[in-house]
Nanobody, 136 residues
Framework: VQLVESGGGLVQAGGSLRLSCEASGFDFAEYGIGWFRQAPGKGREGVGCITLNDGATHEADSVKGRFTISRDAAKNMVYLQMNNLKPEDTAVYYC??????????????????????????????WGQGTQVTVST
């Protein structure tokens, strides 16, 4: 399994970036993708996730309405569109993968427990990360 992120960079507050994750080495439809981020001195935070077979998505409350996750199955690509960026979005962003049932199970749990958080330990494969810096 290989995950390669791209699209990070420096942007002013209010601006937009689109991160891309190129996935290879596994059956796209059998996996799910999660996006995590880690700011300096802080722990990893789940940003959102997507099931690759049917495209069901979740975005964390901290980014909901601003970030959108999508996939292009034909290209084995997953995207994180980030709009209205804020300085607190500054972090290294990671594309991660796990078997689809883990992501599907998490999405189901959200229906009954809305404050459920993504767990980094649930994701077996991680990309190298891409830096996003939002200036004031």
């Amino acid at each position: 399994v290989q995950l390669v992120e791209s699209g990070g960079g420096l942007v002013q507050a209010g601006g937009s970036l689109r991160l891309s994750c190129e996935a290879s080495g596994f059956d796209f439809a059998e996996y799910g993708i999660g996006w995590f981020r880690q700011a300096p001195g802080k722990g990893r935070e789940g940003v959102g996730c997507i099931t690759l077979n049917d495209g069901a998505t979740h975005e964390a409350d901290s980014v909901k309405g601003r970030f959108t996750i999508s996939r292009d199955a034909a290209k084995n690509m997953v995207y994180l569109q980030m709009n209205n960026l804020k300085p607190e979005d500054t972090a290294v962003y990671y594309c991660t993968a796990t078997v689809n049932r883990v992501v599907a199970g998490f999405l189901l749990t959200l229906r009954f427990k809305e404050d459920t958080k993504m767990k980094a330990d649930d994701y077996d494969y991680w990309g190298q990360g891409t830096q996003v810096t939002v200036s004031t």
